[in-house]
């Protein structure tokens, strides 16, 4: 028992067709992708029992199967510390994705107090990316502030607080300030069960020119391929946050999101949530909140319309924060 495993599938082209995605998914077909990061708690027979539900449907004829994982860096974080990679602002321009702090393939690991810093003689902070989880699960960033990006331009840069193809991961009372995309889940399939709890996005911005002087608001977001059952919950949105059909935009990443819930969120920003399948949006403060289906554009293919209530009246929502009313109750059921 407590083998590292992952539950994935195939992306052939029934599964691409099943969601509509003919025109906008490639770059993953045919290979087999890791969706759910576990591990086996009992084997009893032919049933297997892993510590985490899976999240969707795992279907036979996309070859669903357990592979077995190994090489996981476990328990290690990083803490009490101001960070930096600020360059020449021409220079920043020309690399793509120049993240600060990287987690890659980890476990149970954590990020705290972790704050960036303008070095003397800039203004900037960050050449682009400030943290990036990458292909790792039960991580947790918290009480952590990054933000003023140089290259917020086009190639994936200016992605403060990024989550890729990873499983239960938890940002918490952190904030994001001066990004292309504050807070963002990534690239690829297989994103699920993340939260991002008290989080404060603010003065996103996406550059359209390498002067920076223009640029359209720049949401935090789903941005690639289908990220299932994560939530945001009682966090500020001053920009705004995006759960959409992407279509062919980087990459083709289609479908972003589905499954996933925003609960009690605020903000000067908007929120659209145009999810596959079923979306949820439950109580909010200020921020617009966009679910009408028109077919068009970024709702394109995305009925039916996501389910929202408590629009304006976040403030008398109960409970306040569904993520620690769930903690709570999974505390006390444990004593």
């Known amino acids: 028992m407590g083998q590292e495993v992952a539950l994935g599938w195939v992306i052939t082209d029934e599964f691409v067709e099943e969601h509509g995605m003919s025109d906008y998914w490639t770059v993953f077909n045919g290979q087999w992708v890791p969706f759910f990061r576990r591990q086996i708690t009992t084997i009893a027979g032919n049933q297997i029992s892993l510590d985490v539900p899976s999240r969707y449907s795992?279907?036979?004829?996309?070859?669903?199967?357990l592979r077995?994982?190994?090489?996981?860096?476990?328990?290690?974080?990083?803490?009490?510390?101001?960070?930096?990679?600020?360059?020449?602002?021409?220079?920043?321009?020309?690399?793509?994705?120049?993240?600060?702090?990287?987690?890659?393939?980890?476990?149970?690991?954590?990020?705290?107090?972790?704050?960036?810093?303008?070095?003397?003689?800039?203004?900037?902070?960050?050449?682009?990316?400030?943290?990036?989880i990458l292909s790792s699960k039960r991580v947790t960033v918290t009480d952590s502030r990054m933000e003023h990006s140089q290259n917020r331009g086009a190639g994936g840069n200016g992605y403060l607080f990024e989550i890729s193809q990873s499983s239960e991961i938890l940002i918490q009372d952190s904030v994001g300030v001066?990004?292309?995309?504050?807070?963002?889940?990534?690239?690829?399939?297989?994103?699920?069960?993340?939260?991002?709890?008290?989080?404060?996005?603010r003065d996103g911005v996406a550059h359209i020119d390498d002067s920076g002087d223009f640029g359209s608001v720049g949401y935090s977001e789903f941005h690639h391929?289908?990220?299932?059952?994560?939530?945001?919950?009682?966090?500020?949105?001053?920009?705004?946050?995006?759960?959409?059909?992407?279509?062919?935009?980087?990459?083709?990443?289609?479908?972003?999101?589905?499954?996933?819930?925003?609960?009690?969120?605020?903000?000067?920003?908007?929120?659209?949530?145009?999810?596959?399948?079923?979306?949820?949006?439950?109580?909010?403060?200020?921020?617009?909140?966009?679910?009408?289906?028109?077919?068009?554009?970024?709702?394109?293919?995305?009925?039916p319309e996501d389910f929202s209530e408590g629009i304006g009246e976040g403030t008398s929502l109960i409970p306040q924060s569904l993520y620690e009313d769930q903690l709570s109750r999974r505390l006390a059921d444990s004593d």
Not at 58 to 65: G, I, N, P, T, V
Request: net charge negative.
């Open 58 to 65: 795992s279907k036979l004829r996309d070859l669903a199967s």
């Open 68 to 132: 077995i994982e190994s090489g996981y860096i476990s328990e290690c974080g990083i803490q009490d510390i101001a960070v930096s990679n600020t360059i020449e602002r021409s220079d920043a321009l020309l690399f793509d994705r120049a993240h600060a702090i990287q987690f890659e393939g980890v476990k149970d690991c954590w990020m705290k107090n972790v704050h960036s810093f303008a070095p003397d003689g800039y203004t900037e902070h960050l050449q682009s990316g400030g943290v990036k």
């Open 178 to 201: 001066a990004g292309r995309h504050n807070f963002i889940q990534n690239w690829g399939f297989g994103t699920s069960g993340c939260v991002f709890l008290r989080t404060d996005s």
């Open 225 to 303: 391929s289908l990220a299932m059952a994560n939530l945001i919950d009682s966090s500020t949105a001053d920009d705004g946050w995006k759960a959409v059909n992407r279509l062919f935009y980087s990459s083709g990443s289609g479908h972003s999101a589905t499954e996933n819930v925003f609960w009690n969120i605020k903000g000067q920003g908007d929120l659209y949530s145009y999810q596959y399948g079923h979306g949820y949006v439950i109580g909010s403060t200020d921020i617009g909140v966009h679910t009408e289906v028109t077919n068009v554009y970024e709702n394109f293919g995305t009925a």
